[in-house]
């Protein structure tokens, strides 16, 4: 079974710029979570989506939006990006509700804000 | 505010001794605690869970604890291999809320 495929891998973008991240996750599973990791901050809640539900979202501003589509596939959105924004961002996906605490994670997007 | 923290940012052994990664929490109200080892260029993966009504639960080479009174979580895995070099971060999450890591603790074994 695959894993949970986040793309793109790598992304550099310019102050001001918008981006959107995708997320795949493992077939079957209906819940994604999205969360940003940086060496300063360490691993940050940033929204959970079940059945095309948010049912959790961290403090982060408004640029920070997500959405998850029938498929349970999802993406997440920033605009007007910032230096700060740079960071590994990450999904996880579970099988079940936000009762379940196995998650599964992908690799990340590494985003470069320049 | 919640918060779940390391006791160190650093720990490192030698191969086959036995590892304890530590963690203190503030957030009483949680139902489940996690860890999840990161090694580099990878994302998180789950470790073991223990729920808040146990105070010990076993996995294959790996140990929870979790003490209520001192509200602290520790990790231990015995016979300690060069593959466990990892990040290792502990999370907390109510039955219907969201998880809240700590900062991790970057675990070394030297051969």
Redesign the interface.
Known sequence: KAGVTQTPRYLIKTRGQQVTLSCSPISGHRSVSWYQQTPGQGLQFLFEYFSETQRNKGNFPGRFSGRQFSNSRSEMNVSTLELGDSALYLCASSPYDTMNTEAFFGQGTRLTVV | GESVGLHLPTLSVQEGDNSIINCAYSNSASD?F?W?KQES??????II?IRSNMDKRQGQRVTVLLNKTVKHLSLQIAATQPGDSAVY?C?E?P??????????TTLTVKP
């Open positions: 489940y996690i999840y260029g990878k994302g998180p993966q789950f869970d971060f999370a999450k039955n219907a809320g969201k998880s809240t890591f700590g900062d991790g």
